[in-house]
């Protein structure tokens, strides 16, 4: 998939050292954009040293200060982010009384507070040039109940109910801000949920006394899918659609 519209862009993705957020990366850099790769972990600066076409930031994004500081380097140094791919997140895994709450508030940091932070140094610059696209990844579990999940799924609910108001605003500035919803993808977060060798199976086919659906397609989702879609409503192809949530689980929400 070519998308001539983002060659030459300038690309702010959060994240970046994930599983998911890698390929994000990866993906711009393949459609000719200029990617600034953000992430709290080292291995951001390791693994994207080397490429012309991205400049790694290692930061953490639930410091206003830092984030405001990487966002005017970004502007400054590389261009007018043009486009923001918010691919950052954590998950503790806990029923909620045995959830602590340090758990309970890093998740809400990263997840919501760091998505607030981010999008609103960047928006607002955004709105100066009167142009932009911003993609948050968000979770199907912001949809559907999970057990051991409240904080992951509530967090993920915030953010995907606040980057629909921020679309709301945005959309007078000809700034779109759309989600995507990922479920059960071959990452690392995922697999923290296995605990046994027939993890990937038991994704597959669900757990009733979790109350968790299989996945119809019968496979797990890939980075690259996420990737996909990211593109797509980052692109100029989806030019007339703003607070969108595209769920990409293999159908394991129904459709919900």
Known sequence: MQLQDIVGKTVMVTGAAGGIGRVVVDSFVQ????VAAVDCQHTVMDRFEQNKQVTPFCIDISDIDAVEDVVDTIENKIGAIDILANVAGVLHLAEVDALAQEEWEQTF???ATSLFLVTKAVSRRMKQ???GSIVVVSSNAARMP???MAAYAASKAAATM???CL???LAKYNIRCNVVSPGSTETNMLRQLWTDENGREQSIKGTQEAYRLGIPLQKLGQAQDIADTILFLASERSGHMTMEDICVDGGATLGV
């Open 31 to 34: 459609q000719g954009a200029h």
């Open 109 to 111: 940091e990263v997840n």
């Open 129 to 131: 040039r009167k142009q």
């Open 146 to 148: 999970r057990m051991s």
């Open 162 to 164: 606040y980057t629909k």
């Open 167 to 169: 679309g709301l605003e």
